[in-house]
């Protein structure tokens, strides 16, 4: 999705590799200096612009949700379609009215879209009150 300026990226530790990809100016800016380094790589698109050739180990995002959660299972199966083999997504989900159409895409693609992966599935519900309202995917 949008790595604005930086919020997750810049926690990524400064020994990995990173992609980060935001489609403002003014916050690819600051995405760069908040989280620049060796390594790492900038672009200037939108996520769903971005080539499904570039893949990944890791992808780590807090998709925008959208109406009814509709934008953000865009945005997960994008995702999933950037992984590496034995890939895994990391994502902040909204919770509540869109649980049952979460759950309708995520059974549906864990048979028809994407590769047998064991970490599919596995949700765990985030503690803190900042994310009450999400889900870890």
Same mark, same amino acid.
């Given at each position: 999705?949008?790595?604005?300026?930086?919020?997750?990226?810049?926690?990524?530790?400064?020994?990995?590799?990173?992609?980060?990809?935001?489609?403002?100016?003014?916050?690819?800016?600051?995405?760069?200096?908040?989280?620049?380094?060796?390594?790492?790589?900038?672009?200037?698109?939108?996520?769903?612009?971005?080539?499904?050739?570039?893949?990944?180990?890791?992808?780590?995002?807090?998709?925008?949700?959208?109406?009814?959660?509709?934008?953000?299972?865009?945005?997960?199966? %994008?995702? $999933?379609?950037?992984?590496? /083999? @034995?890939?895994?997504?990391?994502? *902040?989900? +909204?919770?509540?009215?869109?649980? %049952?159409? $979460?759950?309708?895409?995520? /059974? @549906?693609?864990?048979?028809?879209? *994407?590769? +047998?992966?064991?970490?599919?599935?596995?949700?765990?519900?985030?503690?803190?009150?900042?994310?009450?309202?999400?889900?870890?995917?």
């Amino acid at each position: 999705p949008s790595a604005g300026h930086g919020a997750i990226a810049r926690y990524v530790p400064k020994g990995n590799q990173m992609t980060a990809i935001e489609p403002s100016q003014s916050l690819f800016t600051k995405l760069q200096l908040k989280a620049g380094g060796l390594g790492r790589k900038f672009v200037n698109t939108i996520f769903e612009n971005y080539d499904l050739k570039n893949k990944h180990d890791v992808v780590v995002m807090n998709p925008p949700f959208g109406t009814a959660g509709a934008t953000a299972i865009a945005h997960l199966g %994008k995702a $999933f379609k950037h992984l590496e /083999e @034995g890939g895994r997504v990391v994502a *902040l989900i +909204p919770r509540g009215s869109t649980d %049952k159409k $979460f759950d309708k895409w995520i /059974e @549906g693609e864990k048979t028809a879209v *994407l590769p +047998p992966c064991p970490a599919l599935g596995s949700i765990a519900v985030s503690p803190s009150p900042m994310f009450a309202h999400s889900t870890i995917l």
